[in-house]
C-alpha cells in the first residue's frame, strides 16, 4: 500500500532512538525525509545518516533540548534552514518519572510540563505556520496510557502525559481548516531503554529484569511489552492520507492493557 509519503518532511522530537527511530525508520521506507531531534547531537547525527543511507532519503540530526524555548527555536530553525517548513511534527521527547506529590519539588513538575507540553506548544507554535503554507499537514503526540489508566509512582508523568492529551484535542479543533490533523497515540508498554531505567531505580540493579517480567504479567492483556516497530506501523498510518479523515483523536496501542472502555 502507498502511503503517499514520498518526499513529504518530518520532524521527530526523540527520534534517535526507541519508539521515536522506530517512527522515522518507518517514514523514511515511505520515502518520507526527517529531522531528528535529541539532546545528544553525536548520536542524532549518526542515526541520521544511517536512515538516510539506508532509505535513500534526507535526513539531518538536531542537538536540541526539546524542553527549552531555545531548544525549540533551535529545531524550527534548522528544519526551516534544510527545508523551508515541515509537513509533519510528531512531538515524542520524553520520559518516566519517579516521585510521590509529597516529596517532589516544584522544579522537577516544571522541568516535565516543559517537556512534555511545552514542547509541543512551542514546536507547534513554530512548524504549524509552515504546514499551512504547504497546504496542510499532520501532528502527533505520543503520550501514554497513563495520561488516563496512571501509574502509581509517577505521578508528574501522567499528569503532564494527560495534559499533552488536552492539548493535542484543542489544537487540532484550532487548526481543523487548515487541513492539519492532531492526534495522540498512548501507548501501552514499549520495550526498553526507558523502561531499564524507570525499574533500575525502583528495583535496583540486580532487581530490574524480574520487575520488568512482573510489569508485563501484571498488565494482562497480550502480558508482554511491544517492540518499538510495532508501536512505529501506527504512528506512519496516522501520518499518511490513510488516515485522512481522523483528528482531535487518541488511540491506545496496549496490547490490552487499558481497563475500561
Ligand atoms: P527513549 O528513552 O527510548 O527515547 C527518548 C528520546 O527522547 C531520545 O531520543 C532522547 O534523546 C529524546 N529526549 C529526551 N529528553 C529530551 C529533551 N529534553 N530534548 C530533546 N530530546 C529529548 O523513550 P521511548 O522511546 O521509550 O519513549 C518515547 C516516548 O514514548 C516518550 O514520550 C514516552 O513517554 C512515550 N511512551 C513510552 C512508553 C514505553 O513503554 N517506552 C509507553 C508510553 C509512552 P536524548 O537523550 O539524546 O535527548
Not at 517480567?213 to 501506527?234: L, T
Request: net charge negative; glycine share 12%; proline share 3%.
Amino acid at each position: 500500500m502507498d502511503l503517499g509519503l514520498r518526499g513529504k518532511v518530518a520532524v521527530i522530537t526523540g527520534g534517535t532512538v526507541g519508539i521515536g527511530l522506530a517512527v522515522a525508520e518507518g517514514l523514511a521506507a515511505e520515502g518520507a525525509n526527517l529531522v531528528l531531534v535529541g539532546r545528544d547531537g553525536g548520536r542524532a547525527e549518526r542515526e541520521a545518516v544511517r536512515v538516510a543511507e539506508a532509505h535513500g532519503v534526507t535526513a539531518i540530526g538536531v542537538a536540541a533540548d526539546v524542553a527549552t524555548a531555545a531548544g525549540c527555536e533551535a529545531v524550527v530553525d534548522a528544519t526551516k534552514r534544510q527545508f523551508g517548513g515541515t509537513d509533519i511534527l510528531i512531538n515524542n521527547a520524553g520520559t518516566g518519572s519517579n516521585e510521590t506529590i509529597q516529596e517532589a519539588d516544584d522544579a522537577k513538575w516544571q522541568y516535565y510540563w516543559d517537556l512534555h507540553v511545552m514542547a509541543a506548544v512551542r514546536l507547534g507554535r513554530g512548524l504549524v505556520p509552515t504546514m499551512r503554507e504547504r497546504g496542510g499537514g499532520v501532528v502527533l503526540h505520543n503520550a501514554s496510557i497513563c495520561a488516563v489508566q496512571p501509574l502509581w509512582y509517577e505521578p508528574i508523568y501522567n499528569t503532564t502525559k494527560a495534559a499533552l492529551m488536552m492539548f493535542s484535542k484543542t489544537m487540532a479543533n484550532e487548526v481543523v481548516g487548515d487541513n492539519i490533523r492532531v492526534n495522540t497515540v498512548n501507548p501501552g508498554l514499549v520495550e526498553p531503554p526507558d523502561w531499564i531505567k524507570t525499574a533500575k531505580q525502583i528495583a535496583g540493579e540486580d532487581g530490574y529484569r524480574a520487575h520488568l517480567r512482573g510489569v508485563a504479567e501484571e498488565v494482562g492483556g497480550m502480558k508482554r511489552f511491544a517492540s518499538p516497530q510495532e508501536m512505529a506501523n501506527f504512528f506512519v498510518f496516522l501520518c499518511s492520507d490513510r488516515a485522512s479523515y481522523s483528528t482531535g483523536s487518541t488511540y491506545f496501542v496496549d496490547g490490552g492493557w487499558l481497563k475500561t472502555v
